[in-house]
């Protein structure tokens, strides 16, 4: 079956880094958009940015444009999110998901990010 796992999380102060990673597998990897969307405390899911099929193809939300970049690596499965300057609003549980905006069909646990001093 699909499984999604994903890891990298942590408390991170303001301006900092992280990457996040995800381990793909039940599923032909490279034949699917994958994405990462996130969900902060009290709030519902928010889509962050998504990646095509060969990797050519990326998009974000306004939110963390010029912060975050999306990759993958189609012959480990494995998709990956490196965060940059990161702002305590970035804060939530981050998922790793099969499919473009507006297409998820499957997501992992997540994995925190916490920003803050």
């Known amino acids: 079956q699909v499984q999604l796992v994903e890891s990298g999380g942590g408390l991170v102060q303001p301006g900092g880094s992280l990457r996040l990673s995800c381990t793909a597998s039940g599923f032909t990897f490279s034949n699917y958009y994958m994405s990462w969307i996130r969900q902060a405390p009290g709030k519902g899911p928010e889509w962050v940015s998504h990646i095509n099929s060969n990797g050519a193809g990326t998009n974000y939300a306004d939110s963390v444009k010029g912060r975050f970049t999306i990759s993958r690596d189609n012959a480990k499965n494995m998709l990956y999110l490196q965060m940059n300057s990161l702002k305590p609003e970035d804060t939530a549980l981050y998922y790793c998901?099969?499919?473009?905006?507006?297409?998820?069909?499957?997501r992992g646990q997540g994995t925190q990010v916490t920003v803050s001093t």
């Open positions: 998901a099969r499919g473009g905006h507006l297409a998820i069909s499957y």
